[in-house]
């Protein structure tokens, strides 16, 4: 499978198909593994790039703390990107990886034609909730250092059957990536100018209210609530999941989008 090489660290990265670039990134102690039932119907008519986020999956999972970061996750997307050709891309993601992508469009909106946020919480206002948040990260990673990899045994469907080397890159992750500085991202939603669908699972009752925030202060964005469905949507109802993604990605207006050929 191919790598980048991110300043040493090496992300593992895989395409399928052809047509406009879609990149999807995975949730918080998820791999790229999680999106493989939707492979085939999105690859179809688009150029689909999955990624393993720093310290999961089949990427690299650096020793030092300072290696994970939001903005390091934003820049290994415009490097991916890079690396398959595509000055822009429909941008998605789940959970930490819906909000990765919002970090990215407020980085580098002139690289993205649309988004899609899946189960996911666009960051807090008020500094109590993000200290709130933080300390849940923070107990996060150190359940991790103190139980290893036997966590996700005890967490949803998703990542009980997940493969990761080892737990300190969670660990990691967990405070450089999981835990929110600022307000920046929630504050940026109104200026969002392209394409967005919101989806979230209808049992999803932590998101359930960020979704709706979400939805309202994105200029035109669509929303879906797909029933019987907790955090990980696509697992849960990958027909209903796709039902709603499909007409959203066909609605799209195809233009080049290369930076050369690829």
Known sequence: MPKIDRDGVKIH??????????????GYSSTSAMWKGQIEALS???????????????????????????????????????????ASAIIGGLSLGGY???AFYRAHPERVRALLII?????????????????????????YEREGLSVLQTLSRERSSVSHRNASGLAHAARGM????????????????????????????PFL??????????PGAQKAIIPAA????????????????????DSLPRHPEGLAAS
């Not at 189960?119 to 107990?139: E, I, L, S, V, Y």
């Not at 209210?209 to 994105?218: N, T």
């Open 13 to 26: 990265y895989e395409v399928h198909g052809s047509g406009p670039t879609l990149l999807l990134t995975h």
């Open 44 to 86: 179809k008519d688009h150029k689909l790039v999955l990624w393993d986020m720093r310290g999961h999956g089949q990427s690299d999972y650096p020793d030092d703390p300072a290696a994970y970061s939001e903005a390091l996750t934003v820049a290994d997307i415009a490097a991916l990107l890079d690396q398959v050709g595509a």
């Open 100 to 102: 990765m992508s919002l």
């Open 119 to 143: 189960d996911t919480g666009p960051g807090f206002k008020k500094d109590d909730a993000r200290d709130a948040w933080n300390k849940r990260a923070h107990d996060t990673a150190e359940r």
């Open 178 to 205: 999981l835990t929110q500085r600022d307000a920046r991202v929630i504050e940026s939603l109104p200026a969002i100018k392209v394409p967005a669908l919101v989806i979230v699972g209808a049992d999803d009752g």
């Open 209 to 218: 209210a960020a979704s709706d925030y979400m939805a309202v202060k994105i």
């Open 230 to 249: 907790g955090h990980a949507v696509n697992m849960d109802q990958p027909q209903a999941f796709l039902e709603a993604v499909l007409p959203f990605l």
